[in-house]
Nanobody, 124 residues
């Protein structure tokens, strides 16, 4: 069992930056493939970024590629999402998630644990 707690959300103007953090409990953090997802009002939850167990592989949704960066610090049991050049359409609740599945790229259904989410609002 692992618990995930996101932080770092808030209100920012378009073009600004935010850094989200997700702290995980437990001693096996480096066994988890980690991901960030988001859900805007009235929309389905969507994938944003993912990172493998070592941090050696990262991948992104096309909508955030070149603007967002996912990273992890296994010594601190924490995964980060640096968000630059934010746009109003990035407004959503952002969730981090952990997957125990030994696959290259877990689908949303293969994530086992989810945080409660943190609100990101980008004003125009």
């Amino acid at each position: 069992q692992v618990q995930l707690v996101e932080s770092g959300g808030g209100l920012v103007q378009a073009g600004g930056s935010l850094r989200l953090s997700c702290a995980a409990s437990g001693r096996t953090f480096n066994n988890y493939h980690m991901g960030w997802f988001r859900q805007a009002p009235g929309k389905e939850r969507e994938f944003v970024a993912g990172i493998n167990w070592t941090g050696g592989r990262t991948y992104y949704a096309d909508s955030v590629k070149g603007r967002f960066t996912i990273s992890r610090d296994n010594a601190k049991n924490t995964v980060y999402l640096q968000m630059n050049s934010l746009k109003p359409e990035d407004t959503a609740v952002y969730y981090c998630a952990a997957s125990t599945k030994r696959v290259e790229v877990p689908t949303i259904y293969e994530y086992d644990y989810w945080g409660q989410g943190t609100q990101v609002t980008v004003s125009s």
